[in-house]
Structure formats: structure tokens, C-alpha cells
């Protein structure tokens, strides 16, 4: 697919392209932004599987910078909808899926940025990650213990104690938007995106301070409620969104995490991983949810689910447990773009290429080969004329 049919079929991969960001993804972190609040009161960040680097961007711009997207951007539009409705003020920016974004750039470009003090950025990725303002970026493998001591080294350079393996001053926020190389092959892909999870989760369980949030990209699979269970039992909150640049075809998501909250006794270890076996002391469950939580096979055979008082943290009691369903919440504003429709776009429109191309793919080689080769057309043509 060319570039150009691309902008068209991908409305979200030609907006990055004009909006300076270095990958798509950036809007799936912006849009869960939007619903969770996620930087609120953050300064230090773990971006775990980080490269191109589009979601440590949105960090550099959001914690460094101080400029408005995600949450505080929609509220700001938000409010001008109010002044327009109520005092007949400017109209809001309205997004148009055939015009540039210079209008909004403009708009953006007066409001005063709020930059936080203290801010620590450590971005996480096997492949190289070309550098970004205020961002310490590694190339490691999340999944390999020695990649905790270079996390917290790179987390507290001053203060990081090579004996230790605490970390002395925790983090607010751990993201993860870890992603295999899809195979196609469903069940394969699946088991190795679960792997990638675990990995991310126990380096989030080293580094997180109590009350902290973990956001994650989870490919939605048979038991994929197995793991929301055992997220519960650490972290207060647990919630799967959907955001609307994510396509709806794609079995992908984000677990969203909030109030870290150990249970007792809980310690982490990268000797001893989390993973989906492990055992972890579950905290015992409220009287009340005991008998509140019900669940009725009805008549037409539909299945009834009582969710009890706590209206987002419903749980289905089975068996002699208690297994937790996660809420899932569609994320994004719906004036938003659909991450599965195809724009029209003026004729006269020049196809951009992309802000930060790939500095060492993990098809650089072939493509080397390839060309060495004579290139696939060439070979093609060469075979033609010998036969
Ligand atoms: C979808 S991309 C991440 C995009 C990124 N969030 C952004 O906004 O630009 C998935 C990334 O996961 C990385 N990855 C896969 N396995 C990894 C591992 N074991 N350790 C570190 N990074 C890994 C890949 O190299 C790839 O860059």
C-alpha cells in the first residue's frame, strides 16, 4: 500500500505525519489520556517498549514541555464549546478530516505551556530510539532480569546504589505498549504479547510507588480475564479501554491500572517473576461482595450478572472463587476520528513522509539483500528475459 492510499484508508497515520508525531500510536495514549486522567500529579515515567518513540513524545510535550493534549486539551475544547453555547465566543477548532491542522497549530501555539519541575522520562526498546528532549532512552530487552539494575540507574543516575535492587525514589506512571512481531498466527501471537505483559508488570511492580498506575497493551485472548484477576489483586482500580485510533478489528487493548497497592508481604523480584502460574497472596474478599455478587441463568438462557454496589469493579463469583471481569470502556471522543473509515481527500493533497522513519528495522537486513540483489522488480524482470 502506497503512502498516499495509506493517508486515505488510515486517517490516524496521515494526522500523525501532520501533527509531528513520530508514530499513530500517539493517539491511543492521548485518547486514554482523555478518559483516565493519566498524568495527573505524574512526573516520573517508565515508557517500557517505547520505539519509534511516539508515546515518549507525548511525555517530553505533555510533563516537559507543559503543552495541553489528552485530557487537559479535550476539557480546554470543552470549555470554549461552553463560551460559544453560552457567550457567543470564537467557535471551537472542529476537526475536518480533509483540512491541515494549521488552523489548531495556531491556536495551540498562543496558550501559555506549564512545564513540571522534576521531571524523569526513561523510554525502554530493543530497537534503537532516536533522542527526544528531557527522554533517557535504552535499548534493552524488557523481558531479561539485567535490564532492572539499567532502569533504575537510569531512573536515580545520582543516587543509584548497584547493591540495591529498590528503588529509592519510585515512579508515578508505567507504560507499556509492547508489541511482538505479529505472526498472524493467532494463539502464538497472543502467548507472546502475554509475555511481553508479564515482563512489563513485573518491571512496573519494582518501580511503582503505592498508588501508582500501570497502562498496558493486552491482546484480548481466551483468558485474557485470568490476568485481569491477578491485576487486581495488586492495583485498587482495573479497567480495559479501547481507544477509537485502535481499530475495532484488532484484538488489541490497554489494561489501565490505578492505586498500586501491593497486598502484604508482597515482594517484588525478577528471580521470582509474576507470571500467569504464579500465586499471589489474593486479599480476602469483602463480606459484602460475598453477597452482593450473583450470577442468574435466565430462562431464554441469558446469563444475569448482579454487579453489586461498587458499580466499576463488577465480579462474577464461581466455583469456590471469585473471578474479576474488567470493565471496558471505548475511549476518544466520538467527533474523533474512525480508525476504520476511509477519508476522502483533496486532489491537490502532497502524501507527507513519516516524522521519524525507522532507524535500525528489524527488516533493514532484507531490504540490504534485496537491493544487493538487483532489488525484487530487477530479479523479476531478469528471470522473464532467461525464460
Ligand atoms: C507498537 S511498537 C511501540 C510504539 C511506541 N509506543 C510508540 O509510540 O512509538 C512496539 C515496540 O515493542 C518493542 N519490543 C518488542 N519486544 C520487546 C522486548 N522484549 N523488549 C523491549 N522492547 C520490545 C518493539 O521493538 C517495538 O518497538
Keep these: 500500500m502506497g503512502k498516499s492510499s ?56 505533555v510533563l516537559i514541555k507543559g503543552e495541553k493534549f489528552g485530557r487537559a486539551g479535550w ?6 464549546t461552553r ?21 489548531d497549530k495556531d491556536e495551540k501555539d498562543g496558550e501559555k505551556p506549564n512545564p513540571r519541575e522534576d ?11 532516536s533522542p527526544l528532549e528531557g527522554v533517557t532512552t535504552l535499548r534493552a530487552d524488557i523481558t531479561h532480569p539485567s535490564t532492572i539494575p539499567l532502569m533504575l540507574k537510569a531512573l536515580d543516575p545520582a543516587t543509584y546504589d548497584p547493591t540495591s535492587t529498590k528503588i ?69 482500580r482495573v479497567r480495559v479501554a479501547k481507544p477509537r485510533s485502535s481499530r475495532a478489528s484488532s484484538i488489541e487493548a490497554f489494561v489501565v491500572c ?24 489474593a486479599p480476602e474478599a469483602s463480606s459484602e461482595s460475598k453477597e452482593t455478587a450473583s450470577r442468574k441463568v435466565r430462562g431464554d438462557g441469558v446469563i444475569e450478572i448482579d454487579l453489586g454496589p461498587e458499580e ?3 465480579s462474577e463469583v464461581e466455583d469456590g472463587g471469585s473471578r474479576w471481569i474488567a470493565p471496558f470502556l471505548a475511549c476518544g471522543d466520538l467527533s474523533a476520528y474512525d480508525s476504520d473509515a476511509t477519508y476522502h481527500l483533496p486532489k491537490d493533497r502532497v502524501s507527507l513522509d513519516p516524522v521519524q522513519p525507522p532507524t535500525a528495522p528489524p ?25
Excluded at 370 to 383: F, S, V
Design 312 to 314: 466499576d469493579e463488577p
Design 75 to 80: 476539557k480546554e475544547k470543552q470549555q470554549s
Design 6 to 61: 495509506k493517508d486515505k484508508r488510515d486517517a490516524y497515520y496521515r494526522l500523525a505525519k501532520e501533527e509531528g508525531w513520530r508514530a499513530r500510536s500517539a493517539y491511543k495514549l492521548l485518547q486514554l489520556d482523555e478518559e483516565f486522567n493519566l498524568f495527573e500529579n505524574v512526573t516520573r515515567v517508565v515508557d517500557l517498549c517505547a520505539a519509534p518513540g511516539s508515546w515518549s513524545q507525548v511525555l517530553s510535550r
Design 168 to 236: 529509592s525514589n519510585p515512579v508515578d506512571l508505567v507504560i507499556s505498549d509492547g508489541a511482538p512481531d505479529v505472526t498472524g498466527l493467532h494463539d502464538l501471537d497472543i502467548y507472546v504479547q502475554s509475555q511481553l505483559l508479564w515482563a512489563a508488570l513485573n518491571l512496573a511492580l519494582c518501580v511503582l510507588k503505592p498508588g501508582g498506575k500501570f497502562v498496558a497493551k493486552i491482546f484480548r485472548g481466551k483468558d485474557v480475564d485470568l490476568l485481569f484477576a491477578q491485576l487486581k489483586v495488586v492495583f485498587e
Design 363 to 387: 527488516y533493514k537486513r532484507a531490504l540490504e539483500m534485496r537491493k544487493l540483489a538487483g532489488g525484487a522488480y530487477g530479479k523479476t524482470k531478469g528471470r522473464e528475459a532467461q525464460s
Design 258 to 281: 490505578e492505586g498500586f497497592c501491593p497486598p502484604e508481604g508482597f515482594k517484588a523480584s525478577l528471580d521470582t517473576p509474576l507470571g500467569a502460574g504464579t500465586l499471589i497472596p
Design 83 to 103: 463560551d460559544y453555547v453560552l457567550r457567543g465566543t470564537n467557535p471551537p477548532a472542529v476537526q475536518d478530516p480533509e483540512a491541515t491542522l494549521e488552523g
Design 119 to 129: 521531571v524523569r522520562i526513561v523510554a525502554i526498546d530493543l530497537q534503537p530510539m
